[in-house]
């Protein structure tokens, strides 16, 4: 079974701390995906990486960076957080679509600014 | 650029009905995928069914069902006897040929009530 993990459910962090959001797959999937889930906003895609040290910006890549050095971890930094940062973060992974591939999805972490 | 409505918000129907969840997608490319994921209260994302562009042919799957017509670029989604696990968010998603990126809709929570 593919397996997505993230490093931590839940998260609490004061505004203005940096925070790294981890996610690992075991799939040896080239693609690399970080979403946030908001309510009544459905999923937006943050960041997407197709190969290590590589990465494009989603729809919403303001505040965020991230950083793939090894091909089964992406990370995700919130280099200075805010409350409206405060959401439900999903990382996922995939083999290319052309390939009959879908994402899989990590099991989230809910990140509280204050 | 593409768009993905699902116009429900949120429905309920009591056990054992049949439900529908609509799906209406945006694009001016011909070729393209989509999909639809589950999303149960533990959070994780669980993926339920892809489809290409153009394999228009419906899908069955146990009591679940997909209904894909271009004509009206809807891809809906029946559960037949619904039961009480199949509460959940479910989200349509799309991505075009050649790019990796899914666009998802803002999802339709679904209430089974016993």
């Known amino acids: 079974d593919v397996k997505v993990t993230q490093s931590s459910r839940y998260l609490v962090k004061r505004t203005g701390e940096k925070v790294f959001l981890e996610c690992v797959q075991d799939m040896d999937h080239e693609n690399m995906f970080w979403y946030r889930q908001d309510p009544g906003l459905g999923l937006r895609l943050i960041y997407f990486?197709?190969?290590?040290?590589?990465?494009e910006k989603g729809d919403i890549p303001e505040g965020y960076s991230v950083s793939r050095e090894k091909k089964e971890r992406f990370s995700l930094i919130l280099e200075s957080a805010s409350t409206n940062q405060t959401s439900m973060y999903l990382c996922a992974s995939s083999s290319p679509l052309i390939l009959g591939a879908e994402q899989f999805f990590g099991p989230g972490t809910r990140l509280t600014v204050l | 650029a593409q768009k993905v409505t699902q116009a429900q918000t949120e429905i309920s129907v009591v056990e054992k009905e049949d439900v529908t969840l609509d799906c209406v997608y945006e694009t001016r490319d011909t070729t393209y995928y989509l999909f639809w994921y589950k999303q149960p209260p533990s959070g994780e994302l669980v993926f339920l069914i892809r489809r290409n562009s153009f394999d228009e042919q419906n899908e069955i799957s146990g009591r679940y069902s997909w209904n894909f017509q271009k004509s009206t670029s809807s891809f809906n989604f029946t559960i037949t006897a619904s039961q009480v696990v199949d509460s959940a968010v479910y989200f349509c998603?799309?991505?075009?040929?050649?790019?990796?990126?899914?666009?998802f809709g803002t999802g339709t929570r679904l209430t089974i009530i016993p």
């Open positions: 998603a799309f991505a075009n040929f050649g790019n990796e990126k899914l666009t």
């Open positions: 990486s197709y190969d290590v040290k590589m990465k």
